[in-house]
């Protein structure tokens, strides 16, 4: 394990989690002995703009039954859920956090679908999956963390399918400086890889991505018109400081210092 991996998921590690997601939910006037996933969808968005991101991002592709769903960095699995309840689809999952994993293990089987959705501990940049088995790879806020985005990028193309699609949301470095810190995905800058939407672009490329399409998230990152309707998840998984964090996303969007993508690139058949 490199140094900046270690450091990464000490970032994002939370003791008892499972737990503390539902005492949070218990505690806002939810009946967690009958837990379902729109309940969790309070807690289980880490990213920005919360499910309504998520559904914006999975109406950009076709998703059926019998789509092959890779999701690349899960979190504490919200997405998969969405998703596996939404469209029907099997998915297997991947997070570098074991706290993340262990959590969406137990919130799919309390929901009823570990049959549909399968989690481990994985890192984008070494997927261990065959070659072409999957139809879409799907990934919410994960490149700011990935130093080798050039390895990611193989990774994903490998493993997908011919005429496969990779869909990613991410933040981008903005032309007007460094953002400012500490954001929800780092602290400081040591372990924060920005890139611009130009070099993401040519990077995909370089990987054999064809049919790359990008599009600028309605408003900025952190912007209260794409906020999550709750702002309960962010505190109890993220941190109590998760408030001063998103304000900073916030700020160094409209200053034109991050940008908010959504990304959407084809392998080749």
Same mark, same amino acid.
């Given at each position: 394990?490199?140094?900046?991996?270690?450091?990464?998921?000490?970032?994002?590690?939370?003791?008892?989690?499972?737990?503390?997601?539902?005492?949070?939910?218990?505690?806002?006037?939810?009946?967690?002995?009958?837990?379902?996933?729109?309940?969790?969808?309070? %807690?289980?968005?880490?990213?920005?703009?919360?499910?309504?991101?998520?559904?914006?991002?999975?109406?950009?592709?076709?998703?059926?039954?019998?789509? *092959? %769903?890779?999701?690349?960095?899960?979190?504490?699995?919200?997405?998969? *859920?969405?998703?596996?309840?939404?469209?029907?689809?099997?998915?297997?999952?991947?997070?570098?956090?074991?706290?993340?994993?262990?959590?969406? %293990?137990?919130?799919?089987?309390?929901?009823?679908?570990?049959?549909?959705?399968? !989690?481990?501990?994985?890192?984008?940049?070494?997927?261990?999956?065959?070659?072409?088995?999957?139809?879409? %790879?799907?990934?919410?806020?994960?490149?700011?963390?990935?130093?080798?985005?050039?390895?990611?990028?193989?990774?994903?193309?490998?493993?997908?399918?011919?005429?496969?699609?990779?869909? #990613?949301?991410?933040?981008?470095?903005?032309?007007?400086?460094?953002?400012?810190?500490?954001?929800?995905?780092?602290?400081?800058?040591?372990?924060?890889?920005?890139?611009?939407?130009?070099?993401?672009?040519?990077?995909?490329?370089?990987?054999? #991505?064809?049919?790359?399409?990008?599009?600028?998230?309605?408003?900025?990152?952190?912007?209260?018109?794409?906020?999550?309707?709750?702002?309960?998840?962010?505190? !109890?998984?993220?941190?109590?400081?998760?408030?001063?964090?998103?304000?900073?996303? !916030?700020?160094?969007?409209?200053?034109?210092?991050?940008?908010?993508?959504?990304?959407?690139?084809?392998?080749?058949?």
């Amino acid at each position: 394990m490199t140094d900046a991996t270690s450091t990464i998921q000490m970032h994002y590690a939370v003791n008892d989690l499972a737990d503390r997601i539902l005492s949070a939910l218990e505690a806002a006037g939810h009946d967690t002995s009958n837990l379902t996933v729109e309940m969790l969808h309070l %807690v289980d968005q880490l990213h920005g703009g919360g499910l309504n991101s998520t559904i914006a991002q999975a109406g950009m592709v076709n998703i059926g039954k019998d789509t *092959r %769903v890779f999701d690349a960095g899960c979190g504490v699995g919200g997405s998969s *859920r969405y998703l596996a309840q939404t469209f029907g689809c099997q998915i297997k999952a991947i997070d570098l956090t074991p706290e993340y994993v262990e959590t969406a %293990v137990h919130f799919n089987k309390l929901c009823g679908l570990e049959d549909r959705i399968s !989690v481990s501990q994985g890192n984008v940049t070494d997927i261990s999956e065959d070659d072409q088995s999957f139809d879409l %790879v799907w990934c919410q806020n994960v490149t700011m963390n990935v130093e080798d985005k050039a390895r990611m990028f193989a990774e994903v193309y490998r493993v997908l399918a011919p005429g496969g699609r990779y869909l #990613f949301s991410h933040t981008a470095r903005g032309p007007n400086g460094e953002p400012h810190y500490p954001l929800p995905w780092a602290m400081t800058p040591e372990y924060s890889y920005l890139e611009t939407p130009e070099t993401i672009v040519q990077s995909l490329e370089e990987a054999g #991505f064809i049919n790359i399409e990008t599009r600028t998230k309605v408003g900025r990152p952190g912007n209260a018109a794409i906020r999550s309707t709750s702002e309960l998840g962010q505190s !109890v998984i993220m941190g109590e400081d998760m408030p001063e964090r998103q304000a900073n996303a !916030v700020r160094s969007g409209k200053e034109g210092r991050l940008i908010g993508m959504f990304v959407i690139a084809e392998r080749s058949v």
